[in-house]
C-alpha cells in the first residue's frame, strides 16, 4: 500500500520561497514516477512537474520552468517541490502523487496514488 503524505505549505509573500515535501511509504520506488499537481479553487486540478525516481530526470509545466525544481532523497523516500520567486498565481493546493509504471505523464488520470494535499498562498 503506497501511502504519501505532503508537508512545507503555507502563507508566502510574493518573490519568495518555500519547500513542499513528500513522503512516501510502500513498495520500492526505484520505478515509480513522482508527480506533483496543484488546484487552485474553481480550477482543475493541473501538472506542476514530474521526476522518474530511478534516474532523477525531471520535466515541468511552463508556467514553473525556471521556478521550481524536484528533487528526490531516495534514503528517506521523500520527494521535494522547491518553488522560488513565488506569484500569487501559484497559491494553490498542491498534491504529491505516484506512477507505479514510470510513465511521467501530465495527466492527472496517469498516476495511481495520491496524497491529501498542502496548501500554498502567495500574497501581494
Known amino acids: 500500500q503506497v501511502q504519501l503524505v505532503e508537508s512545507g505549505g503555507g502563507l508566502v509573500q510574493a518573490g519568495g520561497s518555500l519547500r513542499l515535501s513528500c513522503a512516501a511509504s510502500?513498495?520500492?520506488?526505484?520505478?515509480?514516477?513522482m508527480g506533483w499537481f496543484r488546484q487552485a479553487p474553481g480550477k482543475e486540478r493541473e501538472f506542476v512537474g514530474v521526476t522518474r525516481w530511478h534516474n532523477g530526470d525531471t520535466s515541468y509545466a511552463d508556467s514553473v520552468k525556471g521556478r521550481f525544481a524536484i528533487s528526490i532523497d531516495s534514503a528517506k523516500d521523500t520527494v521535494y517541490l522547491q518553488m522560488n520567486t513565488l506569484i500569487p498565481e501559484d497559491t494553490a493546493t498542491y498534491y504529491c502523487?505516484?506512477?507505479?509504471?514510470?510513465?511521467?505523464?501530465?495527466?492527472?488520470?496517469?498516476?495511481?496514488?495520491w496524497g491529501q494535499g498542502t496548501q500554498v498562498t502567495v500574497s501581494t
Open positions: 510502500g513498495p520500492p520506488f526505484r520505478t515509480y514516477a
Open positions: 502523487a505516484a506512477d507505479p509504471f514510470g510513465v511521467a505523464g501530465v495527466s492527472p488520470g496517469d498516476y495511481d496514488y
